[in-house]
């Protein structure tokens, strides 16, 4: 069940992903869902990580910030946000963390 829950969510974050990177903010919101994004984040609030306010606040004008948070993302990591560590995300695509982190940035 878990294994056939997962290719459900692989298909449908592929389905979205196409959406996502024309700059449809609803699409890349469902995208994130699907990848798990939403386990540990809100959009206005914090849960086990920042909200994604939180983070578009703090990385808004800085350069290279969307790069940054590719590889944040991608990769994981602790000390940015409190002791709390982000896992790596290896199993998303890279077009649709591309499409996550636009969309974040993009919320004010």
């Given at each position: 069940?878990?294994?056939?829950?997962?290719?459900?969510?692989?298909?449908?974050?592929t389905?979205?992903?196409?959406?996502?990177?024309?700059?449809?903010?609803k699409?890349?919101?469902?995208?994130?869902?699907t990848?798990?994004?939403?386990?540990?984040?809100?959009?206005?609030?914090?849960?086990?990580g920042?909200?994604y306010?939180?983070?578009?606040a703090?990385?808004?004008?800085?350069?290279?910030?969307?790069?940054d948070?590719?590889?944040?993302v991608?990769?994981?990591?602790?000390?940015?946000?409190?002791?709390?560590?982000?896992?790596?995300?290896a199993?998303?695509?890279?077009?649709?963390?591309?499409?996550?982190?636009?969309?974040?940035?993009?919320?004010?």
């Amino acid at each position: 069940m878990k294994i056939a829950s997962m290719l459900l969510a692989a298909t449908t974050a592929t389905t979205l992903a196409a959406a996502a990177q024309a700059a449809d903010p609803k699409a890349a919101e469902a995208l994130a869902k699907t990848s798990g994004c939403f386990a540990c984040h809100t959009v206005d609030k914090k849960l086990v990580g920042p909200s994604y306010k939180d983070i578009a606040a703090k990385y808004r004008g800085k350069k290279g910030a969307e790069a940054d948070l590719f590889k944040k993302v991608k990769a994981g990591g602790k000390g940015a946000w409190g002791e709390i560590p982000m896992p790596p995300n290896a199993h998303v695509k890279d077009a649709d963390i591309k499409a996550i982190v636009q969309w974040v940035m993009s919320i004010k």
